[in-house]
């Protein structure tokens, strides 16, 4: 099994129908690009770029290293532009990003969330970029599917998906413990948290101090299996499905089980981060964590490098089954849940305009996959070589096993709909996990903002 992914190539591995969601530019690469950067462009004056790929971030996490790296190769290949980087960390760009649209005050350059393009579109605060796209040099390459976020119901696309398709969804475990497969049903799993908490340990590490981890990394995974997939895409296409729907309501109400009535989760769950969560894995205090891609890819630089024997005995596992989801599907939410967008304003200045297409076309383009895939095992936007498993170990063919070829894609919730809807629902869902809102009052707060604002 572990050996499987030795004929594939990654870019069919990555293939899903309707996949979707995470200072210098030199700082923090772990790896170096051959490319110098890509076409020259006629605009000679300042580029503002405002992103969350800090040096720390890029520490081990493939899809951050590559996009910096592809920066810092872009700024040597045209010195006559000024990129001015606003680098901010990921929770705190979701903030201000925001800020900045409602004050109709964005940067030249920037990551779009898929949640965001209708409104943000319907508002002129993101550029119509369907024929640029269609007209970049890499446009056969591109896997078309990750479009899917970033366009409206017109057709039109305002972005290039960009970093790496990765889950948001996956539990790491340690084997010594849980031993080689996590148990597979959550009644399993609560069978064994009182020995584990009787060794002065967490079963389960989670931060949702954000708000967005509850979401992203947890429900809209466990809910699939309740609702099946048709349910999400009708929530999409405003099919008829509602958030106040009976199976949707199930899989809230047993997400606030999970978390107020069992032992399986530390107890400050919503006071900390994910960042601070995993640290209880790796230092031991906790005996598996949930997370996402860049969480796999900091986890195990960090034992590796610190030569920690976790890394050798972890292992990675979907969430396990709820006894009365109907849909019993080894599914875990994988997906571009970014795209480099381009502020509307830019077009005044066809040179500079130019300028900015090229980097988005660059950051996005055949360098980076070709980065991710030959440091990190895993793909882009575009397509991406054959993948030489010699320079990899376990930790690396497990999990792009995990990712891409032993499980089944759903969708991350937050890459559509609407800002509007998931700000209310994700404080909503820190106060049911709390056990302070019941399941049936979020969904009804949920379906009121969908309402209205989708």
Known sequence: MKRKVLSALL???????????????????????????????DYKGTLSVMHFSTSEESQGNGGSDGFRTMISNWKSAHPDVTLEENVLANTDYKTQISTL???????????????????????????DMTNYIKESPYYDQYNTAYFTPFTTADGKIYGLPVLTGGTCTVIMYDKRVWGDSFPSTWADVEAKTAAIIADGKTPIAFGNNGQWQANSC???????RYTGPDWYLSMINKGGAAFTDSEFVAALAETQRLFTQTDIFNKDFNAISNEDAREYYISGDATAFIGGNWDVSYVGATLKDAGDDLYNNTGFAVLPQSADAKHQRNSQNIGLGYAVAINPKVADDPAKLQAALDFAYYVTGPDFSAFVAENYALGGLTEAPEVDWSKFDAWDVDFYNFSYVDTEACEIYDSYLSGAVWGVMNQDLQAMMNGTMSPEDVAAAAQEAYAENY
């Not at 069919?12 to 076409?39: E, F, I, K, P, R």
């Open 101 to 127: 649209a409602a004050a109709n005050d964005l940067p030249d350059v920037f990551l779009l969330q898929g949640m965001n393009t209708i409104a943000w579109a319907e508002q002129g605060l993101i550029l």
């Open 218 to 224: 947890f429900l809209s995974t466990l809910a699939d």
């Open 11 to 41: 870019a069919v591995a990555m293939t899903a129908t309707l996949l979707v969601g995470c200072g210098n530019s030199d700082a923090g690469s772990t790896n170096q690009s051959t490319s110098t950067g890509s076409s020259k462009t």
